[in-house]
């Protein structure tokens, strides 16, 4: 966080989007960076600088920071704060699946967690 903080003092663009991999366009963003490595205090810190759209920016393939997320860190207090925050957990990716179905294979207790979201009676 604290190398973040001086890019960002710096005039770094926290908004700015990259290549990734073997995407073709740059959509990826640093929301996606760190719910890839499961970086909980960097989320936290993009929060305090990012409108919360941001957060919901899904890559060129699709894929939203859970999606990323459940394709490599699993870090369930990362996906938790994500769902929190609005990331929606079963939007589809360009090969139709949805953080969900993924969570059901790699995270199901996050699984849980999107179905109880769903299955509430209020």
């Not at 920071?65 to 609005?86: K, N």
Request: proline share 3%; net charge negative; hydrophobic share 40%.
């Amino acid at each position: 966080v604290q190398a973040l903080e001086a890019l960002r003092s710096a005039g770094c663009d926290l908004q700015q989007r990259y290549e990734w991999l073997t995407q073709n366009t740059s959509r990826f963003t640093l929301v996606h960076a760190a719910a890839f490595n499961g970086q909980i205090n960097v989320l936290r810190y993009l929060q305090q600088y990012l409108p919360p759209s941001m957060f919901r920016e899904v890559d060129s393939q699709g894929s939203n920071a859970l999606h990323t997320l459940l394709e490599s860190s699993r870090d369930v207090e990362s996906a938790q704060f994500l769902l929190d925050i609005g990331v929606d957990g079963f939007a589809l990716d360009d090969l139709s699946r949805s953080p969900l179905s993924m969570a059901i294979e790699v995270l199901p207790e996050f699984a849980r967690v999107l179905l109880d979201t769903k299955s509430r009676f209020e």
